[in-house]
């Protein structure tokens, strides 16, 4: 014998790894009736060894299978059930139904019949029973027994249960019970593995490999799945391998449930779960199993009254791999909610379900399971929990922690939303009372155990099962539904549950949200039942105050319904929608109070009915029924001003924008005040935001959704005022009123900037929020306090006021100035103080402001009145700075130079602004054009003269250095000539203490004198008041004739010194006098030098004693004679001025 097994055992370690060299092995049939006839173990179990070692060889299989060499295996594969010393799961079904030992529970059942010495049939005993008869000698290894299973009476001896775990109990053995069945299992999963049930194109194979079939045979197939009550991971994990390459492409798979393959499974305890996992989604849709259920993969699915529903299509969704990870974890999610307390919870229920089967399987491992279906398993951890499609939606609306949940198809989840909604609505109570029950199962104890219950449904079951009975079907069914509501613990109510309700409404408006895209291709179907149940809470007294609040979620679903598909918004107004949520409007806010917050119920409906009223507004038909509704828009006005609720305030900006596509509501909107209110936001967007360099949401960030509320807002005002920057803004009609109280508040650049500015809005509301001193733009802490507390006691009263109030503010606010302004002087936009210290700052309309400044003045020396014109020397300055930057301006100030000439003969202006008159008109005059329009005026020089007169020498800089322009310009020599300029630019000439005053006089005299038209006439005029050759040298060197009017000179070509000097300023100043006498009386007048107001062009107060005039000439003469200097015409010109001045006397030089 032991010569045997070391045979074995070197044949089985010799082919193991010479299988190639060995070849076939011949003698298998031999092998096969070896093991059929061992009464050993150690024998067995080396033969066992041995043929796994063959079948390794794939030229091994097929005489093993021809010689049936699966069947002896088929008999020993039961012994693991024998084997009850292993360790066990703790909470394995002998764990939780029996608290005893295996031991006692193999001596539970008496399931072994037996014949006594006479061949008399015996009572059952238990299997314990039939060891203690053993032992008595009552019965010997050739006694006749029978139990479940066998064929028919047997010897003792050829049972394999008796004989291995009796007769051979106490015999050495190489391998455990449990090993024999792993072993045996593994040469079962070799063989399903060499006959695969499709060919290599994949095309399944008819009919199924002989392996398969035979394994798969009702006869076997359930001792195999039996196997998996040992909970012995070395087994459960070859057994479900091994079922799952049975059931592929199985045409028996759809009565695999009635092995209870799927009761056994989940009891499993275990972590190797995988390939249970792979079975069960394998065969849990192919079973002839269906309940009633609008979810489809529920319906067909055998698991669905075991595994929560969601689990059931978490497996089908996303395969065996990730059904695993979740099977064995903790999941709390809107597709799984599973743990491992839930994992605990449903192997108590399978137990206590199959409590009669486990200890029959251990006392005779033959037994075979009578398949009883199990009342669906309850879960306390999903009682509130509703499951839809695929997805519990308490969780799946619960977007805090699940805000971005993937949803495979939105469309579908959609409809049975509104499936299950139908069905809410729709309940009617349970048909079925537990009398009726009791009656159906032939029960007559008014209160039966579940095990009672149990008994009875087999016992009808026996007999009117479809297999059984083909014309018993009703009368099963009937059965079934009695037996499960008689298990069912659970109380149906016959009443709309608010809260279902309210998640199946949450969800809807979720897939609208996130799915806009898909859900916009389809019109809602659910309006019906939507716009019912918004009534249903609007006439209900205790609306805002119920749990759950079921209007807030149908509110906004109706919201979302027309945001995302337009196709909506037709059907809303036609199913009376806009009617009844405005109905709701009002109601809401009556409720409302200035401290209320978002998440208040009546200020969440109030901002869902607003967004809805928002929505429609786009839509032609709705707009005409808003209209209808003057409430509208005086809530949406009103709305924006609750900055406790930050949500209500933010839709109610939106919608004015909105309302304003129709010019009456626009006027509505307007007359309700929304423009004090939308400017408060306005000054709460903080700039520095958008540069922090952090990613930042609206959820957690506050400020990030006031700043967008406050371009919300901004562009709120430009459909109230009737600004469109581009195309993308909303058209609508201009409102001149609101136009020029945003100018009056905001300042017109800042209302510029908005009206042509498209996507400009975050630079003008980081232009408002921070401080600025331009031109355009004077703006500070103070004028935006000033501005927030006017705006704000305005929105109090457009908030506080009703509907038909006649106590709201103005559009007209003459009252209300910015302290910073009140000092300034801004024409056109423009602050021409700030200007005229920032000359380069570039102007947006230089030719229009140019033309608004000189219009200013116009208008300010017409109107003024008795009151001194204000501002003119300023505004002359900063026309002055715009025609330097902007030469193209000159063509404006031609039109306008008598205007501005005009301004020297303001009386109120001081010399500061005079200097400022003079300037900018020497700056215009550059341009040859403006010059010439100068000459073309009468009175040009008269009135420089007068206004030189009157500023005294101050102004003499700058109007000279306008009188060096003109000079070019014959009309204006002209009247230099006709006025007596040329007398004031020798006064300036001679008096003026600066040099370069002097120079400037020089210059402009000699340009007049070069004048080819009027120049000798005014040269000839000057030589009255200065000498020849001072005139003449200023045309060449005006420093040097300066130096010549401060020194002595005495030569030919001039006699000048201190008395000659004094006498030409006495003239010149007398001249002037009587200049400016005239011009005062009248303007026009033409001026000429009077016969008393003439100097000589020499003095002689210094001639040698007896030495005449002709003389002293000649002497000068002779000297320079004398001296070889050439005599020049200055100084015939001197001759011939003695000549003439001594001609009287008939004396000749």
């Given at each position: 014998f032991n010569m045997k097994n070391q045979c074995l055992h070197g044949m089985s370690l010799l082919y193991k790894h010479y299988a190639e060299e060995i070849g076939q092995f011949n003698d298998i049939e031999f092998m096969v009736k070896m093991l059929e006839h061992a009464t050993h173990p150690t024998f067995r179990d080396r033969m066992l060894m041995f043929l796994c070692s063959l079948l390794g060889a794939?030229?091994?299989?097929?005489?093993?299978?021809?010689?049936?060499?699966?069947?002896?295996?088929?008999?020993?594969?039961?012994?693991?059930h024998l084997h009850i010393d292993r360790p066990q799961i703790h909470s394995a079904t002998n764990a939780i139904e029996f608290t005893g030992s295996p031991i006692d529970l193999q001596d539970q059942e008496k399931e072994w019949h037996y014949t006594d010495k006479k061949g008399e049939k015996q009572p059952p005993v238990s299997y314990t029973g039939v060891r203690k008869l053993l032992d008595e000698g009552v019965i010997t290894p050739n006694t006749k027994v029978w139990a479940q299973g066998l064929g028919g009476w047997k010897d003792l001896k050829d049972v394999p249960q008796l004989k291995w775990g009796i007769l051979a109990k106490d015999m050495p053995s190489v391998m455990t019970l449990s090993e024999v069945t792993s072993t045996i299992l593994d040469i079962f999963q070799l063989l399903c593995a060499y006959y695969p049930s499709r060919d290599p194109d994949g095309s399944v194979m008819q009919p199924l490999p002989r392996v398969k079939r035979y394994l798969s045979d009702p006869s076997v197939l359930p001792h195999i799945v039996q196997l998996l009550l040992t909970f012995d991971p070395t087994i459960c994990s070859r057994v479900h391998t091994l079922l799952y390459l049975l059931m592929e492409d199985n045409p028996l798979v759809p009565r695999f449930f009635l092995t209870g393959a799927f009761f056994f499974s989940l009891m499993y305890m275990a972590s190797d779960v995988l390939p249970l996992c792979r079975l069960l989604h394998l065969a849990h849709r192919k079973q002839s199993f269906r309940i009633d259920h609008d979810n489809e993969i529920i319906r067909h699915s055998v698991l669905s009254v075991l595994l929560p529903p969601a689990l059931v299509c978490y497996m089908t969704n996303h395969g065996p791999i990730k059904f695993a990870g979740v099977f064995l974890g903790e999941y709390e999610t809107p597709e799984a909610i599973w743990g491992k307390d839930m994992r605990r919870y449903l192997v108590e229920k399978i137990a206590a379900h199959i409590a009669d089967f486990t200890p029959r399987l251990m006392g005779n491992v033959r037994a075979v399971y009578q398949y009883c279906p199990i009342v669906g398993v309850e879960y306390e951890t999903l009682q509130n929990e509703l499951f839809c499609s695929q997805y519990y939606l308490k969780h799946f609306c619960d977007e805090l922690r699940y805000p971005d949940w993937p949803v495979a198809d939105p469309v579908a989840l959609m409809r049975d939303c509104l499936n299950a909604w139908k069905l809410e609505l729709e309940k009617e109570p349970c048909k079925l009372s537990k009398e009726s029950c009791l009656e159906e199962l032939e029960l007559k104890e008014p209160n039966p155990t579940q095990q009672q219950i149990r008994k009875a449904y087999f016992k009808l079951a026996a007999v009117y099962h479809p297999d059984k009975n083909p014309n018993g079907r009703e009368r099963f069914e009937a059965i079934q539904t009695a037996y499960e509501f008689l298990a069912s613990q659970k109380v149906q109510s016959d009443a709309p549950d608010p809260v279902r309700i309210a998640l199946l409404i949450k969800t809807q408006a979720i897939l609208f949200k996130r799915f806009s895209e898909e859900m916009s291709k389809y019109k809602y179907?659910?309006?019906?039942?939507?716009?019912?149940?918004?009534?249903?809470?609007?006439?209900?007294?205790?609306?805002?105050?119920?749990?759950?609040?079921?209007?807030?979620?149908?509110?906004?679903?109706?919201?979302?319904?027309?945001?995302?598909?337009?196709?909506?918004?037709?059907?809303?107004?036609?199913?009376?929608?806009?009617?009844?949520?405005?109905?709701?409007?009002n109601k809401c806010f009556e409720q409302l109070l200035p401290n209320n917050t978002d998440d208040m119920s009546h200020v969440s409906i109030a901002k869902n009915c607003i967004r809805t009223m928002n929505v429609s507004a786009s839509f032609p038909d709705c707009l005409e029924r808003i209209l209808t509704y003057p409430a509208i828009p005086y809530l949406a006005a009103k709305g924006i001003a609750y900055e406790k609720a930050p949500a209500l305030s933010r839709a109610s900006i939106h919608c004015c924008e909105s309302l304003c596509g129709n010019k009456d509501l626009q006027k509505a909107v307007i007359d309700a005040g929304a423009v004090w209110h939308l400017l408060l936001f306005l000054f709460r967007y903080d700039y520095t935001l958008e540069d922090c360099g952090v990613e930042t949401n609206e959820e957690n960030h506050t400020q990030l959704f006031a700043n967008r509320a406050?371009?919300?807002?901004?562009?709120?005002?430009?459909?109230?005022?009737?600004?469109?920057?581009?195309?993308?803004?909303?058209?609508?009609?201009?409102?001149?009123?609101?136009?020029?109280?945003?100018?009056?508040?905001?300042?017109?650049?800042?209302?510029?900037?908005?009206?042509?500015?498209?996507?400009?809005?975050?630079?003008?509301?980081?232009?408002?929020?921070?401080?600025h001193e331009t031109p355009y733009l004077l703006w500070n802490n103070l004028t935006r306090v000033e501005l927030r507390d006017f705006c704000g006691d305005n929105s109090e009263k457009c908030r506080d006021g009703g509907l038909h109030s006649t106590d709201r503010p103005s559009l007209s606010v003459e009252n209300f100035a910015h302290t910073s302004h009140s000092k300034e002087l801004v024409v056109g936009g423009v602050f021409v103080r700030i200007y005229n210290l920032q000359p380069t700052f570039p102007l947006e309309e230089p030719q229009k402001t140019f033309q608004t400044f000189i219009t200013y003045i116009d208008r300010e020396m017409k109107e003024s009145g008795e009151n001194a014109p204000r501002g003119i020397g300023t505004v002359m300055e900063a026309l002055r700075n715009i025609v330097?930057?902007?030469?193209?301006?000159?063509?404006?100030?031609?039109?306008?130079?008598?205007?501005?000439?005009?301004?020297?003969?303001?009386?109120?202006?001081?010399?500061?602004?005079?200097?400022?008159?003079?300037?900018?008109?020497?700056?215009?005059?550059?341009?040859?054009?403006?010059?010439?329009?100068?000459?073309?005026?009468?009175?040009?020089?008269?009135?420089?003269?007068?206004?030189?007169?009157?500023?005294?020498?101050?102004?003499?800089?700058?109007?000279?250095?306008?009188?060096?322009?003109?000079?070019?310009?014959?009309?204006?020599v002209q009247q230099m000539l006709d006025k007596g300029m040329?007398?004031?630019?020798?006064?300036?000439?001679?008096?003026?203490?600066?040099?370069?005053?002097?120079?400037?006089?020089?210059?402009?005299?000699a340009k007049a004198c070069s004048d080819k038209l009027n120049g000798p006439k005014v040269q000839l005029r000057c030589a009255k008041l200065l000498p020849l050759v001072m005139i003449e040298t200023m045309k060449e060197n005006p420093s040097q004739v300066c130096q010549m009017f401060d020194s002595w000179q005495e030569n030919p070509e001039l006699v000048w010194n201190k008395d000659s000097q004094a006498r030409a300023m006495e003239v010149s100043a007398k001249a002037r006098t009587n200049i400016v006498d005239c011009l005062k009386e009248d303007i026009n007048t033409y001026w000429k030098m009077p016969d008393d107001i003439s100097t000589p062009s020499v003095s002689y107060t210094h001639l040698r004693a007896h030495e005449t005039p002709e003389h002293l000439v000649c002497r000068l003469l002779l000297e320079k004679k004398k001296k070889k200097k050439r005599l020049n015409k200055y100084h015939y010109e001197n001759i011939i001025s003695i000549q003439k001045s001594t001609s009287q006397k008939n004396n000749k030089v």
């Open positions: 794939r030229l091994n299989v097929k005489p093993f299978i021809d010689c049936n060499g699966v069947k002896p295996l088929v008999d020993l594969l039961t012994l693991a179907a659910g309006y019906g039942l939507l716009l019912k149940l918004i009534h249903l809470e609007y006439v209900d007294p205790d609306m805002l105050h119920k749990t759950p609040c079921l209007m807030d979620p149908a509110v906004e679903l109706a919201y979302y319904t027309v945001h995302n598909a337009p196709l909506n918004a037709d059907e809303l107004l036609q199913e009376g929608g806009i009617d009844l949520i405005h109905e709701v409007m406050a371009i919300g807002a901004l562009k709120s005002i430009y459909a109230l005022v009737g600004f469109q920057p581009d195309d993308s803004y909303l058209k609508t009609e201009p409102h001149i009123e609101l136009y020029r109280l945003l100018q009056h508040l905001l300042t017109p650049h800042i209302v510029n900037k908005m009206r042509r500015s498209p996507g400009g809005e975050r630079d003008i509301l980081k232009t408002l929020n921070s401080n330097i930057a902007y030469p193209v301006c000159h063509a404006i100030a031609e039109k306008y130079m008598s205007v501005l000439l005009d301004t020297l003969m303001v009386e109120s202006l001081d010399t500061e602004e005079l200097q400022k008159c003079f300037e900018m008109l020497a700056k215009a005059c550059a341009a040859p054009t403006c010059t010439e329009a100068l000459g073309r005026i009468p009175h040009a020089i008269a009135y420089c003269i007068l206004a030189m007169e009157r500023g005294g020498d101050v102004v003499n800089p700058e109007a000279l250095q306008l009188m060096r322009m003109l000079c070019i310009d014959k009309s204006c040329y007398v004031l630019l020798i006064h300036t000439f001679q008096r003026a203490r600066k040099q370069e005053v002097k120079e400037d006089a020089c210059i402009c005299l």
